[in-house]
T-cell receptor
């Protein structure tokens, strides 16, 4: 079974430029998460989707960040315009809520963003 | 508020020895899940082991076991027979299951483990 796929793996941009990250979850997983991981810290949730609906976006900086999950499968996270403080690793995860309590989130390899 | 604390920024262990990585948590909900993930330098977060708050026995997965002490609110990861490939960052995480089994994970700061040959 293929894992969570993210692209690109690395992205370097200048501040004020736009950037987009793409995520393809594990087949059949209905829940998709975007986390941000700052250097030396654990990941923090940005947004969670149940199918195509964003059910938790309370930590998403909505003035510059946007996300979508059309058709309830792939997802795109966008930043426009990027700021220096957005430099981080952006991780996508997916899970199957039908697994009950033992619902495991599986992560992709992440996109490492550097804003210059 | 929910919180995960990992007090060991870095650990060293000799190859083939066992090592314990500490994790304490704080939550007011009676139902929750505890997870450990491994993050090698490549960046991917790899799921290792899960413990539910109502599980009677400590979880085990191969060389990984979880020392779950509910009264102390601790969920330490034990890696037996360390291998060079175990060198990585290890994260403890908690999900509050009371509200949803798809809720966000709260992560600790992580512990860097280095295995010496």
């Amino acid at each position: 079974e293929a894992g969570v796929v993210q692209s690109p793996r690395y992205k370097i941009i200048e501040k004020k430029q736009p950037v987009a990250f793409w995520c393809n979850p594990i087949s059949g997983h209905n829940t998709l998460y975007w986390y941000r991981q700052n250097l030396g810290q654990g990941p923090e949730l940005l947004i969670r989707y149940e199918n195509e609906e964003a059910v938790d976006d309370s930590q998403l900086p909505k003035d510059r960040f946007s996300a979508e999950r059309l058709k309830g499968v792939d997802s795109t996270l966008k930043i426009q315009p990027a700021e220096l403080g957005d430099s981080a690793v952006y991780l996508c995860a997916s899970s199957n809520r039908d697994r009950g309590f033992k619902n495991i989130q599986y992560f992709g390899a992440g996109t490492r963003l550097s804003v210059l | 508020a929910q919180k995960i604390t990992q007090t060991q920024p870095g650990m060293f262990v000799q190859e083939k020895e066992a090592v314990t990585l500490d994790c304490t948590y704080d939550t007011s909900d009676p139902s929750y899940g505890l997870f450990w993930y491994k993050q090698p330098s490549s960046g991917e977060m790899i799921f290792l082991i899960y413990q539910g708050s109502y599980d009677q026995q400590n979880a085990t997965e191969g060389r990984y076991s979880l020392n779950f002490q509910k009264a102390r609110k601790s969920a330490n990861l034990v890696i037996s027979a360390s291998q060079l490939g175990d060198s990585a960052m290890y994260f403890c995480a908690m999900r509050e299951t009371y509200s949803s089994n798809t809720g966000k994970l709260i992560f600790g700061q992580g512990t860097t483990l280095q295995v010496k040959p």
